[in-house]
């Protein structure tokens, strides 16, 4: 059994929880568990977590109910440690039949990603304006750069190049001709 530090835990502060709390730590357990068997199909195990999932199902089997959830919020803490900051984005609302591409959460691929479609439009606004006249194949040298400071990971700058870009399409499609 794991020692228990000395002096008030955190979890003895804590107010107790009623009934049900075994399965609570039983569940929590669980979700746990199933972070470290996907870390060892992908072939990242986590050997100190997993010995203190072992430790919370010591703990939990003796009703020891609070020591338990200790060790499985660090084990859970252990391997927070280990992966990636999931991005938090936003998923277009009120588009009709748009089907989100990955989990929320996660960065979303090129097909999703706001400034590569920008990039996108700003091709089809291109376009749109020579097929209606509008001269604008400098506009199209300079989409060009934009496209390649996006594949070399420059955000700031491809958005830097695309914004003066919309702007002169507008200018250009509302000037007279």
Do not use: C
């Not at 199909?41 to 203190?52: F, I, Q, S, V």
């Not at 430790?55 to 200790?70: I, P, T, V």
């Not at 009120?94 to 090129?110: H, K, R």
């Not at 089809?124 to 060009?144: K, P, Q, S, W, Y």
């Amino acid at each position: 059994m794991p020692r228990k530090p000395e002096g008030q835990t955190a979890a003895a502060r804590r107010p107790k929880r009623g009934r049900g709390r075994g399965a609570d730590v039983s569940g929590y357990r669980v979700q746990v568990r199933h972070r470290l068997d996907a870390r060892r199909r992908e072939g990242r195990p986590h050997a100190a977590a997993e010995k203190l999932v072992r430790e919370a199902g010591l703990w939990e089997a003796h009703g020891r109910f609070d020591e338990a959830e200790e060790a499985l919020i660090e084990a859970d803490r252990l391997l927070d440690e280990g992966e990636s900051e999931q991005e938090l984005t936003e998923r277009p609302r009120g588009f009709v039949g748009y089907s989100p591409v990955g989990d929320p959460g996660v960065p979303p691929g090129v097909d999703e990603d706001p400034l590569a479609n920008r990039i996108l439009l700003v091709g089809r606004l291109l376009t749109l304006a020579r097929a209606g006249g509008t001269a604008v194949d400098d506009l199209r040298a300079e989409l060009a750069e934009a496209e390649r400071a996006f594949r070399a990971g420059d955000r700031a700058g491809a958005r830097a190049r695309l914004d003066p870009i919309e702007v002169e399409i507008d200018r250009r499609r509302e000037a007279p001709k």
